[in-house]
């Protein structure tokens, strides 16, 4: 069974970090792009990074590039996204996809 859980969520002041997790399990994450989507009250879920299997290919979102980073190690877990410098419109929950599924998704709040 796919599994993919994230944590890391919670509330920041804007200015603030968060680091966000996901630990995949059942299939072969390391040969997979791997990403994370956010989804804002009312809107629709937008690509925040994704990261490949080789770690050859990493791109951003346009509103997140040089304040979010994603990272993963080939051959473990789990997938990482260290945010800095919140803003609330960063506000939303944040999901991890890959291999055709998606976790339950953490909610991040930037408000002060």
């Known amino acids: 069974q796919v599994q993919l859980v994230e944590s890391g969520g919670g509330f920041v002041q804007p200015g603030g970090s968060l680091r966000l997790s996901c630990v995949a399990s059942?299939?072969?994450?390391?040969?997979?792009?791997m990403s994370w989507f956010h989804q804002a009250p009312g809107k629709g879920r937008e690509l925040v990074a994704g990261?490949?299997?080789?770690?050859?290919?990493?791109q951003y979102g346009r509103s997140v590039e040089g304040r979010f980073t994603i990272s993963r190690d080939t051959n473990k877990n789990p997938l990482h996204l260290q945010m800095n410098n919140l803003k609330p419109e960063d506000t939303a929950v944040y999901y991890c996809?890959?291999?055709?599924?998606w976790g339950q998704g953490t909610q991040v709040t930037v408000s002060s």
């Open positions: 996809f890959a291999y055709g599924h």
């Open positions: 059942g299939f072969d994450f390391t040969t997979y792009t």
């Open positions: 990261i490949s299997e080789a770690i050859n290919h990493i």
